[in-house]
C-alpha cells in the first residue's frame, strides 16, 4: 500500500520551520526521504532504519516511529533551496519484492523570500 | 563518474509505435529500476533487475518489457504504445553491501515520453 504523506503541500516563509510526514498501514523496515526540484529528478536526502540506524543531510532532520509505522521529516531554518517536492518511500523487508520502495504522492514545499 | 544516464529526453510516439528507453549506470551498482512518474501521483516501480540476467516485475508491469545483458545496462521496451504510457520514466540504481539493500537510490534526468 502506498504510504500517505500530509500536509501536500506547505508555503514557509525563510527561516520557518517544517515538518512533512509519512505513514504507512504496513509494518516497516526502512524510510527514504527524496527531495525533487521541478524538471528534474529525485535526490536522495535520509534513510531511516527499523532499529533506529539514521543517516542525515544538512539541516535536514527524520524520526522514524516503528511501532506507528510512521515517520517524519523535520527541515529547519527553511532556505529558498529547499523548495522542491518531497517524497517518502517504504519498504517492507530488507530483500526480495518487499525490499523495493513505494513512494508516496509527495509534499509540495514552497519557501518565499 | 557520470551516475545514471537516459536517452533519450524527450519523445513523442504514435499509438501503435515501439520504443526502447536506455539507461546506463557507471557505478557498478548491483541493482537497478525503472519508475514513471504521473502528476501527483509519486513514482510506481514499473521493473527492478538484481544483477545482470535477473529481473522482475514491480506494481505496474503492464506494457513494458526488461532486459539486463550488462551490469550498466537496463534498457526498458514499449511495445505497442498507449495514451495511458504518457509519462515521465526515470531509471534509477542502488547498490547491495553486506547483504542490506537500503542504501539510496540514484535518479537519471528522466525520459518525458508522450503518445497521441
Known amino acids: 500500500q502506498q504510504p500517505v504523506q500530509s500536509p501536500q503541500a506547505v508555503i514557509l516563509r525563510e527561516g520557518e520551520d517544517a515538518v512533512i510526514n509519512c505513514s504507512s498501514s504496513k509494518a516497516l523496515y526502512s524510510v527514504h526521504w527524496y527531495r525533487q526540484k521541478h524538471g528534474e529528478a529525485p535526490v536522495f536526502l535520509m534513510i531511516?532504519?527499523?532499529?533506529?540506524e539514521q543517516k542525515g543531510h544538512e539541516k535536514i532532520s527524520a524520526s522514524f516511529n516503528e511501532k506507528k509505522q510512521q515517520s517524519s521529516l523535520y527541515l529547519t531554518a527553511s532556505q529558498l533551496s529547499y523548495s522542491g517536492t518531497y517524497f517518502c518511500?517504504?519498504?517492507?523487508?530488507?530483500?526480495?519484492?518487499?525490499?523495493?520502495?513505494?513512494f508516496g504522492k509527495g509534499t509540495k514545499l514552497s519557501v518565499k523570500p | 563518474n557520470a551516475g545514471v544516464t537516459q536517452t533519450p529526453k524527450f519523445r513523442i510516439l504514435k499509438i501503435g509505435q515501439s520504443m526502447t528507453l536506455q539507461c546506463t549506470q557507471d557505478?557498478?551498482?548491483?541493482?537497478m529500476y525503472w519508475y514513471r512518474q504521473d502528476p501527483g501521483m509519486g513514482l510506481k516501480l514499473i521493473y527492478y533487475s538484481v544483477g545482470a540476467g535477473i529481473t522482475d516485475k514491480g506494481e505496474v508491469p503492464n506494457g513494458y518489457n526488461v532486459s539486463r545483458s550488462t551490469t550498466e545496462d537496463f534498457p526498458l521496451r514499449l511495445e505497442l504504445a498507449a495514451p495511458s504510457q504518457t509519462s515521465v520514466y526515470f531509471c534509477?540504481?542502488?547498490?547491495?553491501?553486506?547483504?542490506?539493500?537500503?542504501?539510496?537510490?540514484?535518479f537519471g534526468p528522466g525520459t518525458r515520453l508522450t503518445v497521441t
Open positions: 557505478m557498478n551498482h548491483n541493482y
Open positions: 531511516l532504519l527499523k532499529g533506529g
Open positions: 534509477a540504481s542502488s547498490r547491495l553491501a553486506g547483504g542490506i539493500r537500503t542504501y539510496e537510490q540514484y
Open positions: 518511500g517504504t519498504s517492507s523487508a530488507y530483500g526480495g519484492s518487499q525490499g523495493n520502495l513505494i
